[in-house]
């Protein structure tokens, strides 16, 4: 089963569209962090947002928001009024740090292609 | 500027043949890591390391090796035991395990 899901996989919408990109995660740790990150076309990933697991404020900058729920283990972002360099593949990320065990995981989603026609 | 150098950009590999791909970086940082990324799939982990002189497995580490004999760098070695070398290689490194990572360019990694 898949610890972070993506469910879109492709996402087209026309400039100044509001837009949401879904991910979903599973986890048994109580302690654990999510995060967002953009690929653009020149393939360097690039950081967006960390939320830890007792942080459930959503966080707004900008045209970015980002929805975190954890009674449906989401934690979803909204591009408001799109522009076309928001077009990019994003990545939803799961950080689980098994402190007993000093073990350390980090799963990407498969990511989402969002493009922005002008 | 501060951040992460991946070389090279592109690199070619014979059957058979290890090849390593460099990592560098100037942020400081002392954790780092590598992944592996294939055309519509995420980035799976390879190996990270916490702190110089260590390194761990990650979800896919057969058939490659690392080291991490200084802070600054973290070498990705793919082995001729890796049958199916093809891919997107991305290096990122991060202050600790739990804090945002910041990513190189990526080396492009293709067979002859």
């Known amino acids: 089963a898949q610890k972070v899901t993506q469910a879109q996989t492709e996402i087209s919408v026309v400039e100044k569209e509001d837009v949401t990109l879904d991910c979903v995660y599973e986890?048994?740790?109580?302690?654990?962090?999510l995060f967002w990150y953009k690929q653009p076309p020149s393939g360097e990933l690039v950081f967006l947002i960390r939320?830890?697991?007792?942080?459930?404020q959503n966080e707004i900058s900008g045209r970015y928001s980002w929805n975190f729920q954890k009674s449906t283990s989401s934690f979803n972002f909204t591009i408001t009024a799109s522009q076309v360099v928001d077009s990019a593949v994003y990545f939803c990320?799961?950080?689980?740090?098994?402190?007993?065990?000093?073990?350390?995981?980090?799963?990407f989603g498969k990511g989402t292609k969002l493009s922005v026609i002008p | 500027d501060g951040g992460i150098t991946q070389s090279p950009k592109y690199l070619f590999r014979k059957e058979g043949q290890n090849v390593t791909l460099s990592c560098e970086q100037n942020?400081?940082?002392?954790?780092m890591y590598w992944y592996r990324q294939d055309p519509g799939q995420g980035l799976r982990l390879i190996y990270y390391?916490?702190?110089?002189?260590?390194?761990q497995k990650g979800d896919i580490a057969e058939g490659y090796s690392v080291s991490r004999e200084k802070k600054e760098s973290f070498p990705l070695t793919v082995t001729s035991a890796q049958k199916n070398p093809t891919a997107f290689y991305l290096c990122?490194?991060?202050?600790?395990?739990?804090?945002?990572?910041?990513f190189g360019d990526g080396t492009r990694l293709s067979i002859l």
């Open positions: 986890t048994r740790d109580t302690t654990y962090y």
């Open positions: 942020l400081n940082h002392d954790a």
């Open positions: 390391s916490q702190i110089v002189n260590d390194f």
């Open positions: 990122a490194s991060s202050i600790d395990l739990i804090q945002p990572q910041h």
């Open positions: 990320a799961l950080s689980e740090l098994y402190s007993g065990a000093g073990s350390y995981q980090l799963t």
């Open positions: 939320r830890n697991s007792f942080d459930e």
